[in-house]
Nanobody, 124 residues
Framework: QVQLVESGGGLVQAGGSLRLSCAAS????????MGWFRQAPGKERDFVAG????????YYPDSVKGRFTISRDNAKNTVYLQMNSLKPEDTAVYYC?????????????????WGQGTQVTVSS
């Protein structure tokens, strides 16, 4: 049974930082591209970061580029999202996702496995 378990969310002031973790089990981690998405109330689930199987390439939308960093530790079956210079508009539930693929998709529909999400709230 595949499980993705996120942790590290919380309440932070604008300009602060948080580091999210996503521990994976039940899948061959090194065969999976990993992504982070977020969803604010009443909005669609948006791509915020993706990383290739080796960790050699990362992808970000313009809205978080330069502030967020995705990384992975294949020995620990864990993917991370370091979030710096947080803004109130970053407030959302953050999800990690996995798909057995050769490229990093930005569409949520392309991903096979999902975590339960972790809330990030940025106060102004």
């Amino acid at each position: 049974q595949v499980q993705l378990v996120e942790s590290g969310g919380g309440l932070v002031q604008a300009g602060g930082s948080l580091r999210l973790s996503c521990a994976a089990s039940g899948l061959t981690f090194t065969m999976n591209v990993m992504g982070w998405f977020r969803q604010a109330p009443g909005k669609e689930r948006d791509f915020v970061a993706g990383i290739t199987r080796s960790g050699g390439s990362t992808y970000y939308p313009d809205s978080v580029k330069g502030r967020f960093t995705i990384s992975r530790d294949n020995a620990k079956n864990t993917v991370y999202l370091q979030m710096n210079s947080l803004k109130p508009e970053d407030t959302a539930v953050y999800y990690c996702a996995a798909v057995r693929a050769l490229y990093v998709p930005s569409s949520s529909s392309a991903y096979t496995y999902w975590g339960q999400g972790t809330q990030v709230t940025v106060s102004s």
